[in-house]
């Protein structure tokens, strides 16, 4: 276990760390529907009440905040840790959001896709033509579960498509250093999978038959059930690990390079900062928390 500096406590299932121009981290809280401003000392400011589930975060090109909200989930709280079980019976529905990080002021960008509602949208990540990428995770509701999918959309709200579906709970989403693959982490199988990347929004054609189009980018053994990802500056991707507790970095060649354990079954997400990138800053959403620990290698921005 790498040792680390814990920032802030007290955190409602917090995902999603973004490192703002002023070094300040903006979280999502889950568990309030709120994004959350932290700075260096650990001081907490509501920056902006979304509703739902806010879940994965990016800084657009614009300035603004883009979030994946999954509109809301159902809670065990036993041993004093957040745990989500499910939809909520007063799930407002999945939708992206952006966020005014100056002001605080919300609009709904896209809640659905032509004829398809979006069910639970968990991470994004940003291109270098001013787009995103977006997973769906998908809800779980008694004896039923959602497929997920992975959508494309312009940030000024205009243009949206699904580029890839069907997904068993994909969850983690990144861009490789060059922006010619993106990578996907699935929550329920403990696999990543990369698209090659055509044009904006436009895979190539798998070299192999899949449901997706997708190939299968790294499948290690053991139970692994992957949540948010974060890429190196080498083109490794660091990937947060549920019930692992921890972080499990694979090379693009999908070999397993290293595993960081933390004393979090819910260690979500990760991004990269400090003056040589070699700061991660994660959360551990099932105590609440946001860390920083040294990383072994740079990273790259969100």
């Known amino acids: 276990m790498k040792p680390f500096i814990e920032i802030t406590d007290g955190l409602a299932f917090p995902e999603g760390p973004v490192l703002m121009p002023d070094e300040s981290i ?13 700075t260096a000392d650990g001081a907490k400011a509501t920056l902006a009440t979304v509703g739902g589930g806010p879940n994965g975060l990016a800084l657009g090109p614009d300035g603004h905040l883009y979030v994946c909200n999954n509109g809301g989930f159902t809670w065990d709280r036993s041993n004093g840790q957040w745990r989500p079980v499910g939809k909520a019976p007063d799930n407002s529905g999945g939708s992206i959001q952006r966020v005014d990080p100056q002001t605080g002021a919300v609009e709904t960008l896209y809640n659905r896709c032509g004829g398809i509602a979006l069910s ?26 959602d497929f997920g999918a992975v959508y494309y959309a312009k940030a000024d709200g205009s243009f949206i498509k699904e580029v890839a579906y069907p997904l068993v709970g994909p969850n983690g989403i990144g861009l490789s250093p060059d922006h010619r693959t993106l990578y996907v982490a699935e929550t329920s199988s403990g696999r990543l999978w990369s698209w090659r990347i055509e044009a904006p929004g436009e895979f190539a054609r ?4 899949s449901p997706t189009g997708g190939d299968l980018a790294a499948g290690l053994a053991g139970f692994q059930r992957y ?18 507790g921890g ?3 694979v090379s693009p060649q999908g070999e397993e390079v290293e595993r960081i354990r933390t004393p979090d079954p819910y260690t979500t997400n990760l991004c990269f900062g400090g003056a040589d990138m070699t700061t991660a800053f994660v959360t551990l959403s099932g105590t609440g928390r946001l860390v920083s620990m040294q990383w072994s290698r740079p990273g790259l921005a969100l």
């Open 120 to 145: 639970a949208p968990n991470d994004i990540v940003f291109d270098r033509h001013g787009g995103f990428y977006f997973t769906d995770h998908g809800h779980r509701q008694g004896r039923s579960v």
């Open 247 to 249: 972080i499990v970095v």
């Open 227 to 244: 949540d948010s990802l974060a890429v190196e500056a080498n083109g490794n991707i660091a990937i947060a690990t549920l019930r692992l």
């Open 206 to 209: 798998p070299d192999w038959p």
């Open 26 to 38: 903006i979280v999502a809280e889950i568990g309030a529907g709120t994004l959350t401003r932290i």
